[in-house]
């Protein structure tokens, strides 16, 4: 996952973006891309213009956070309005548009441009299924608290204007946020108890941010009267967290009474919208169920291969013991990237459009709740602070050694080199590398999630069938099984989430099946069970792992039917990556020139 991926649906529930972020590279040519820009016909370039015209009059001006990650600084000063009137203008506006969006006849635009209409048209569909029906404003506390601290942290991660340029937008955005903080108390109307519960729990660590970590970004050459206003704004943050806090724990958490599940209706549209996935939730779960038993299947193969004396559940025991010292966990990362980028050049994966390295670090205190690992990239406009960072979450020093012990059953050796795989080589970060040559703004802003983290799941299973295995460990069989078990238990926890996300918030499942759920069939350990289905409670379309790898996978294989002895792995990756973040549904039209089912 994405750093502040969590924060950007957190962004998304209140004011329906959808961030697509990239870093500079220089291997692959621009002119090898295709592009909107183009496009000639006089239809394609009035809907481009019509794109920037929704970005720059409604899109940015309504989503300052979020312009500040996509590297556009012109909003760095403000903040997003949380207040409930905020919330009615944007469903006129996005109305509003939808009108003008729905009104340009599809049939005039070429295929490239058609799909960045169907990819504006969602989004704006989706933001007000969110706002009028799914109602996060309404019900989830942590919007507002998380919301204003990635605000802050978007300021503070690169370093895109002098420190007295940034403090001075931080300074006017920290002036906004105890007034979005009231706006909190006036729109939280019965929220879900977890809501509340993980609001909580996310309170401390923020606060500390603000405390520690917040001041610490801006130490050095400031003038004495900025660092008074600073002083003053960042104290009064504080403070708003703080009396936020003690609001919910007093006040709305004794009646939290609200249901988090969304139910089957708005489900479907919000997989309609985000994914462009129109099957019904049974045929859905019949799909992943299938696929559950044959990762579950391959799993006990490999298990039996590495020791026929156990279960596969006593292997996978062995498997969450060897890990490195939670000290040794960046360094163990850093050096897995060097044997990943030889395999792809070695085996012709896919182009890398650069040599430059994500930085491996500590995730951010606000991220830890809810993420393990995550890949936080510069924006597709971002000029001058682009670097890349691969945030791991290491385990607390006041936890109990239990605790720690089964925090740590994730960061085995082999589970590192799957995650690895995701987020970086040749995952999110490559990916996020390709996006810097796509010339169609509509591509590097918009996207799909089955599209992002499917790819990076699909590569997960993809690098070990093309031998990664054998690369890494040339004479030791039992390490190649090590790392196939890590990926199958990687999967298992996709496939996990997949059913998780359909029955909770349709009324099948309830938290505590859940989490029994994540253990029993998903093979993961009761702590990671909880973290994923705490996050389930609020991201429930999370199966978009499963669902776009399997659909990355029948596209790859149709491609491979209809051309035979001429189909490429390299050529095939490379040409996913020239069609953005778009939904598969929009890709395999591309590739496929055809209106075949994605699964």
Same mark, same amino acid.
């Given at each position: /996952?994405?750093?502040?991926?969590?924060?950007?649906?957190? /962004?998304?529930?209140?004011?329906?973006?959808?961030?697509?972020?990239?870093?500079?590279?220089?291997?692959?040519?621009?002119?090898?891309?295709?592009?909107?820009?183009?496009?000639?016909?006089?239809?394609?370039?009035?809907?481009?213009?019509?794109?920037?015209?929704?970005?720059?009059?409604?899109?940015?001006?309504?989503?300052?956070?979020?312009?500040?990650?996509?590297?556009?600084?012109?909003?760095?000063?403000?903040?997003?309005?949380?207040?409930?009137?905020?919330?009615?203008?944007?469903?006129?506006?996005?109305?509003?548009?939808?009108?003008?969006?729905?009104?340009?006849?599809?049939?005039?635009?070429?295929?490239?441009?058609?799909?960045?209409?169907?990819?504006?048209?969602?989004?704006?569909?989706?933001?007000?299924?969110?706002?009028?029906?799914?109602?996060?404003?309404?019900?989830?506390?942590?919007?507002?608290?998380?919301?204003?601290?990635?605000?802050?942290?978007?300021?503070?991660?690169?370093?895109?204007?002098?420190?007295?340029?940034?403090?001075?937008?931080?300074?006017?955005?920290?002036?906004?946020?105890?007034?979005?903080?009231?706006?909190?108390?006036?729109?939280?109307?019965?929220?879900?108890?977890?809501?509340?519960?993980?609001?909580?729990?996310?309170?401390?660590?923020?606060?500390?941010?603000?405390?520690?970590?917040?001041?610490?970004?801006?130490?050095?050459?400031?003038?004495?009267?900025?660092?008074?206003?600073?002083?003053?704004?960042?104290?009064?943050?504080?403070?708003?967290?703080?009396?936020?806090?003690?609001?919910?724990?007093?006040?709305?958490?004794?009646?939290?009474?609200?249901?988090?599940?969304?139910?089957?209706?708005?489900?479907?549209?919000?997989?309609?919208?985000?994914?462009?996935?129109?099957?019904?939730?049974?045929?859905?779960?019949?799909?992943?169920?299938?696929? /559950?038993?044959?990762?579950?299947?391959?799993?006990?193969?490999?298990?039996?291969?590495?020791?026929?004396?156990?279960?596969?559940?006593?292997?996978?025991?062995?498997?969450?013991?060897?890990?490195?010292?939670?000290?040794?966990?960046?360094?163990?990362?850093?050096?897995?990237?060097?044997?990943?980028?030889?395999?792809?050049?070695?085996?012709?994966?896919?182009?890398?459009?650069?040599?430059?390295?994500?930085?491996?670090?500590?995730?951010?205190?606000? /991220?830890?709740?809810?993420?393990?690992?995550?890949?936080?990239?510069?924006?597709?406009?971002?000029?001058?602070?682009?670097?890349?960072?691969?945030?791991?979450?290491?385990?607390?020093?006041?936890?109990?050694?239990?605790?720690?012990?089964?925090?740590?059953?994730?960061?085995?050796?082999?589970?590192?080199?799957?995650?690895?795989?995701?987020?970086?080589?040749?995952?999110?970060?490559?990916?996020?590398?390709?996006?810097?040559?796509?010339?169609?703004?509509?591509?590097?802003?918009?996207?799909?999630?089955?599209?992002?983290?499917?790819?990076?799941?699909?590569?997960?299973?993809?690098?070990?069938?093309?031998?990664?295995?054998?690369?890494?460990?040339?004479?030791?069989?039992?390490?190649?099984?090590?790392?196939?078990?890590?990926?199958?238990?990687?999967?298992?926890?996709?496939?996990?989430?997949?059913?998780?996300?359909?029955?909770?918030?349709?009324?099948?499942?309830?938290?505590?099946?859940?989490?029994?759920?994540?253990?029993?069939?998903?093979?993961?350990?009761?702590?990671?069970?909880?973290?994923?289905?705490?996050?389930?409670?609020?991201?429930?379309?999370?199966?978009?792992?499963?669902?776009?790898?399997?659909?990355?996978?029948?596209?790859?294989?149709?491609?491979?039917?209809?051309?035979?002895?001429?189909?490429?792995?390299?050529?095939?990756?490379?040409?996913?990556?020239?069609?953005?973040?778009?939904?598969?549904?929009?890709?395999?039209?591309?590739?496929?020139?055809?209106?075949?089912?994605?699964?």
């Amino acid at each position: /996952m994405r750093l502040g991926e969590v924060m950007i649906k957190i /962004m998304q529930a209140v004011f329906g973006v959808v961030v697509a972020c990239t870093l500079t590279g220089t291997a692959v040519s621009a002119q090898t891309v295709a592009t909107a820009a183009t496009a000639q016909s006089a239809p394609d370039q009035a809907f481009l213009r019509l794109a920037d015209d929704y970005f720059d009059t409604y899109y940015f001006p309504t989503n300052p956070t979020t312009a500040t990650t996509d590297g556009l600084h012109a909003y760095d000063g403000k903040l997003e309005d949380y207040s409930r009137a905020a919330v009615d203008a944007n469903v006129k506006a996005l109305q509003q548009w939808q009108t003008r969006v729905a009104a340009v006849n599809p049939a005039s635009l070429s295929e490239y441009v058609r799909g960045d209409r169907d990819l504006v048209l969602n989004n704006i569909h989706s933001t007000l299924l969110t706002l009028q029906t799914i109602r996060p404003w309404q019900k989830n506390p942590d919007v507002y608290s998380s919301g204003i601290t990635n605000s802050a942290f978007t300021l503070m991660e690169r370093k895109f204007a002098a420190p007295d340029v940034r403090l001075r937008a931080l300074i006017a955005r920290e002036q906004l946020m105890p007034a979005a903080l009231a706006e909190a108390r006036k729109n939280l109307d019965n929220p879900p108890q977890i809501y509340t519960e993980i609001a909580l729990q996310q309170l401390p660590g923020l606060v500390h941010f603000f405390q520690n970590d917040v001041p610490s970004a801006f130490t050095g050459g400031t003038d004495a009267s900025l660092k008074k206003q600073f002083a003053d704004s960042n104290a009064a943050v504080i403070k708003a967290l703080q009396d936020y806090q003690a609001w919910l724990q007093s006040d709305a958490l004794p009646r939290s009474h609200g249901d988090f599940r969304i139910g089957a209706a708005a489900f479907r549209d919000k997989l309609k919208y985000d994914e462009m996935v129109n099957l019904p939730l049974d045929q859905l779960v019949a799909i992943d169920m299938a696929n /559950m038993r044959q990762n579950q299947q391959a799993f006990a193969d490999v298990a039996k291969q590495l020791d026929p004396t156990k279960t596969p559940q006593q292997v996978l025991g062995e498997l969450a013991s060897d890990y490195p010292a939670s000290d040794k966990i960046l360094d163990t990362f850093r050096d897995t990237f060097s044997h990943l980028i030889a395999f792809i050049n070695q085996k012709q994966i896919i182009t890398i459009p650069s040599d430059v390295r994500p930085i491996v670090e500590e995730t951010p205190p606000f /991220m830890r709740a809810t993420t393990f690992a995550s890949m936080d990239t510069p924006g597709p406009y971002e000029a001058v602070a682009k670097e890349a960072y691969f945030n791991v979450t290491l385990p607390e020093s006041d936890w109990s050694k239990q605790r720690t012990q089964e925090f740590m059953a994730q960061f085995s050796y082999p589970v590192i080199s799957t995650i690895a795989t995701h987020e970086a080589y040749p995952g999110h970060y490559i990916q996020f590398l390709w996006m810097h040559h796509l010339d169609d703004r509509v591509r590097k802003l918009l996207g799909a999630n089955t599209n992002v983290e499917g790819w990076a799941h699909y590569c997960e299973q993809m690098m070990l069938d093309e031998g990664l295995a054998q690369f890494e460990f040339p004479n030791d069989k039992h390490q190649q099984l090590l790392l196939r078990l890590g990926q199958l238990q990687d999967a298992l926890l996709r496939n996990a989430r997949f059913i998780v996300g359909i029955k909770l918030h349709t009324g099948q499942m309830t938290m505590d099946q859940a989490i029994d759920f994540f253990v029993k069939e998903g093979y993961q350990s009761r702590a990671v069970g909880e973290v994923e289905t705490k996050r389930g409670t609020s991201d429930p379309t999370y199966l978009y792992y499963t669902l776009g790898k399997l659909q990355i996978m029948k596209l790859r294989a149709d491609l491979a039917a209809k051309q035979g002895k001429d189909f490429n792995l390299m050529q095939f990756h490379n040409a996913f990556m020239q069609q953005g973040f778009a939904p598969i549904r929009i890709v395999r039209q591309a590739m496929l020139h055809d209106n075949s089912p994605t699964l």
